[in-house]
């Protein structure tokens, strides 16, 4: 059984997903990615112990909030089955790791418990590292060397006041957000995508209609269609397309004043666990990672959340008090009014000090991240 991808950079083989295998040579790290219905292991598991005396075998949920319902074997994509199959063909419980994001809703014990092996965990903060992976890697700006405060341009200068890449319309805020952008007359300083004709316009406008007009909803939808920057898609023309947008453009936040983000959780939906609950992902963390000031379209008490990650928001600067509010849309309106708020007041002095602490903060955890994984694969590395 071949790898689908060899690298010896961490974040490289996390964002494959898949199972993977590591062979840890000191500070070197080799590491191997497999396809995640691969079923041929007793070879590979053969190949990779003929050429390392204890291979680590991983496997990791990292993209997403990690719940006992991915161990579920009634669900397509079953984790349960990945390691008791390395177990059946040779491999000692205590070489396996499972790699989970840190907003995770089952931890260690939980894991443990659940696939029914003596294995080993690490929750990262995953989506904080890979915007800092991502930027200098596959971007226009890969030759950068380390922090760049004194090039902050995005707080100088602009040509329109508002960024918003929205991904996924079919959701309470991000379609309501267009709608009243709109009706609050932001939309010709802004520069807004959406994936709706991935979607599909007449979907995202029959689903989104249950909570906003239908006939804003065709508008919006029809203006805001296209992608703004280089993006790339999980799965094009389908309806599980994912907004990942990398590579991106930086100078999109060059040209803007701030960025208005729809994270994935809005509002809750009935009987999913996950979805009222405090999650980070790439769209707050690309905009930080770029030095620019955000508000957030998302659950009650995000930036308090995100506060208590050692992030800084803008209620020095601006009425943060939409973060409290519990009825959507009565959040989503305040929200947007911080929006304007904010971007008229982007030479504030205290934005800069923000910003940089946003960017500095990323970059440890990225730093941090890294070495936390090579320490976690060199320890098991030593258990016989």
Request: one cysteine or more; hydrophobic letters at 35%; glycine letters at 4%.
């Amino acid at each position: 059984m071949q790898y689908i991808y060899q690298t010896e950079n961490v974040f490289e083989a996390l964002h494959q997903n898949t199972p993977m295998v590591a062979e840890c040579y000191g500070e070197k790290v080799k590491l191997f990615s497999y396809h995640d219905t691969a079923t041929d292991w007793p070879q590979a598991i053969k190949w990779h112990q003929s050429r390392h005396p204890r291979p680590v075998f991983c496997f990791m949920e990292v993209r997403e909030v990690s719940h006992p319902v991915i161990f579920d074997a009634n669900q397509k994509k079953n984790w349960r089955w990945i390691p008791h199959t390395w177990v059946e063909h040779g491999v000692d419980p205590k070489h396996i790791l499972w790699i989970g994001n840190h907003h995770s809703m089952i931890d260690h014990e939980g894991t443990v418990r659940t696939i029914n092996l003596p294995i080993h965990t690490a929750w990262i903060r995953y989506f904080e590292a890979e915007a800092v992976f991502r930027h200098y890697h596959q971007t226009a700006s890969m030759n950068r060397q380390g922090p760049f405060h004194q090039t902050i341009r995005t707080l100088m200068s602009h040509d329109k006041k508002y960024l918003a890449l929205f991904g996924k319309p079919r959701k309470f805020m991000r379609a309501g957000a267009m709608v009243q952008m709109f009706r609050k007359g932001m939309t010709k300083q802004a520069i807004i995508s959406s994936l709706a004709e991935q979607q599909g316009i007449t979907e995202c406008v029959e689903w989104a209609s249950s909570y906003w007009p239908r006939t804003e909803l065709e508008r919006a939808f029809k203006n805001h269609q296209g992608s703004v920057d280089d993006i790339q898609y999980d799965s094009p023309n389908t309806d599980n397309s994912n907004y990942r947008g990398y590579p991106y453009d930086p100078k999109l936040y060059e040209d803007t004043a701030i960025s208005i983000v729809a994270e994935t959780n809005d509002i809750g939906v009935m009987n999913a666990k996950t979805t009222g609950q405090f999650w980070v992902t790439e769209k707050i963390c690309r905009p930080m990672f770029n030095y620019h000031p955000f508000v957030v379209l998302s659950t009650p008490n995000f930036l308090k959340n995100l506060r208590s990650l050692g992030y800084k928001t803008f209620g020095t600067i601006v009425d943060e008090s939409y973060d409290q509010e519990q009825d959507p849309y009565a959040r989503l309106d305040k929200a947007l009014d911080c929006a304007i708020e904010l971007a008229n007041a982007i030479t504030s002095t205290h934005m800069k000090s923000i910003v940089v602490n946003n960017f500095e903060l990323l970059w440890k955890v990225y730093s941090d991240t890294n070495n936390m994984i090579k320490d976690k694969l060199n320890f098991i590395l030593s258990l016989k």
